[in-house]
């Protein structure tokens, strides 16, 4: 914690509920992922302030149902607080880690809740309450990567969505789509490497937004 | 499944598309196959990267205080196996497998595991065994898992770390006259802890755990926290 705010809260104690002092915005992601396993508090606050909107967003999308994607939220960023220590920075991005721990809890919760996943994918989406609110560089991700899945072959496209965001695993895949599963494997395959392509060719555009990231 | 047939799951592992037993063992190819492992890197930065096109309310309010105060309490927590609160179900019960598969997941991106990989395989060994029959706990969240030639392990959920000093130790009793035998320690430190039995568990006999000091003991002193007959 820097001088400034140890000054600016003389009686912080762990015990109170308080506002956390911004003072750990400037550290990367991977940086506060090693203080959180070493069990400081504020990092982890930190780490939900940036991704916890995301976090909500992707779970809510997969859960469809609030209380469930809370849950899903809750749970991962507990198994953040309980791994961070053993996390191992060249298996991952720290960001890709936590979202990645979401998005598991998420399928496992909606393969348990049958009902939901014969609903259309469409038409649940999140809406933003209020456009305000509304963050800067989410939006421009979110532009991003929607561009780069308009690009992708529909085939593609569609299996990608299918898996990531309805749960569905390969084998139901290929029921659903009636396709070999060995056309479903290929499909995913091309359709990550590939967007993955779209999205490192458009990498350059987005360094002024680097330093802005925040959901709140 | 065949070599070449398992290089082909990187990206639908990437995807969280893959079933629980195709999960476990793509897990563990991935451990010993570094083309792979650099493959699923970018693949997963690429998977997540459709996080971020979705759509984003605002989470209420509520859900960071709740996490936050939840990770106090789990620090603060010393009392073994205090059941927590707000947490949803399907990781306990006939979940299982998927509870299973979660922990070894959080085993890939960790170092944890390493140097134990012989008894990661043997585990894995005995919950794919198709023959194996898993029984509920009695007093915690999980099951205990016993093949048809008496391996075993046990899967728990939701236990607190084992204070310092302490450790969690498993107990098999052949009959309920039989001296216990010790089978195993574990420290709690996953959300789901899955612990191979080093004593055969043969049919009838009930296992048990205790917390007991660093290192275990021959004989149980603790009090029993939870149990498991087959």
Known sequence: MSIAAVLAFPNRSSEREMPVPRDLAHLSDEALVALVGHGEEVALAELYDRFGRLAYGLALRILRDPALAEDAVQEAFMTLWRSAGRFLPERAKASTWILTLVHRRAVDLVRREERRRGEPLEGTDGRTDDPAEDVVWLRFERERVQAALRALPDPQREALELAYYGGFSQSELADR?????????????????????LLTDAESERDPWQNTRSTH | MAEHEIHALTAAYALDALDEVEELEFEEHLRTCAQCRDELRDLLEAATALAYAVEVPAPPATLRSRILSQARVE?????????RRNWPAYVTGAAAAAAAAAAVGIGLWANSL???????????????????????????????VVTGSGRAALIVSQLDHAPAGKTYEVWVFRTPDDRPQPAGLFEAEQATDIVQLTEAVPEGATVAVTLEQDGGVDQPTGSLLFSAKT
Do not use: Y
């Open chain 1, 177 to 197: 789509l009636g396709q070999p599963l060995g056309t479903i494997k290929s499909r995913m395959f091309a359709g990550l490497s590939r967007l993955r392509e």
């Open chain 2, 75 to 83: 620090r603060a927590t010393v009392v073994p196996f205090r059941r």
């Open chain 2, 114 to 144: 390493s140097g134990s990989l012989d008894r990661e395989r043997q585990v894995l060994d005995v919950l794919s065994d198709p023959a194996a029959e898993s029984t509920r706990l009695d007093g915690a969240d999980g099951r205990l």
